[in-house]
């Protein structure tokens, strides 16, 4: 309800990147329930991401990615994503309720089923974790696109493929 999927979507479309929807590979697992208690199935739910990244990786010079980084494990998965490249980690921040009535009334297709009292706990949960972020968007209303490329230009600049010329060669 924060916006890090529209975010991520609108990055991917303005830098030409890759945009992993890490939600479907959980809905993949499990449809109907998330079971955010279980080691077992956040371990499995990791490494199909990161499974999905490698793949994704091989395909393309930059991807986009979401996390809530509400979860035990999240170092863990931090550092085998920087294992496979530069990581840009972005915080997206919006109140608690107008994250609720974001996922009210956004497509519920797209996103993990979660009962609203545990949303809240992973609200809170996320706001409480201690990262070294490289950005801190508030998205309390939506950041415009202008504003998103004017903060990520620095980041998202795409490295040219091994062999590439300059145009003046």
């Known amino acids: 309800g924060a916006g ?13 990147a890759d945009f992993l929807r890490v939600e479907k590979i959980w809905q993949d697992m499990s449809p ?3 079971e955010f208690d279980s ?13 999905a990244v490698s ?16 979860f035990d ?7 085998a994503l920087r294992a496979m490249g530069r990581v ?4 997206v921040r919006a109140p ?10 956004r497509d519920q297709s797209l996103h993990v089923p979660v009962p609203e009292d545990d949303i809240v706990k992973l609200n809170q949960r996320s706001e ?3 990262m070294e972020w490289d950005i801190v968007i508030s998205n309390h209303p939506f950041i415009s696109s202008d504003e998103l490329k004017k903060i990520f230009s620095p980041f998202l600049i795409i490295p040219r493929a091994i062999g590439e010329r300059d145009a003046q060669s």
Not at 73 to 79: E, N, R, S
Not at 96 to 105: F, G, K, P
């Open 4 to 16: 890090k999927t529209h975010i991520g979507m609108d990055l991917a479309r303005m830098f030409g």
């Open 32 to 34: 109907d329930k998330m």
């Open 39 to 51: 080691p077992a199935f956040m371990a499995e739910g990791i490494r199909r991401t990161l499974v």
């Open 55 to 70: 793949e994704r990786l091989a395909r393309h010079n930059a991807i986009i990615l979401e996390s809530s980084g509400a």
């Open 73 to 79: 494990l999240f170092p863990d998965y931090l550092t």
């Open 88 to 91: 840009c980690l972005v915080s």
């Open 96 to 105: 608690i309720d107008q994250c609720l009535l974001r996922i009210r009334t």
């Open 128 to 130: 409480r974790t201690e």
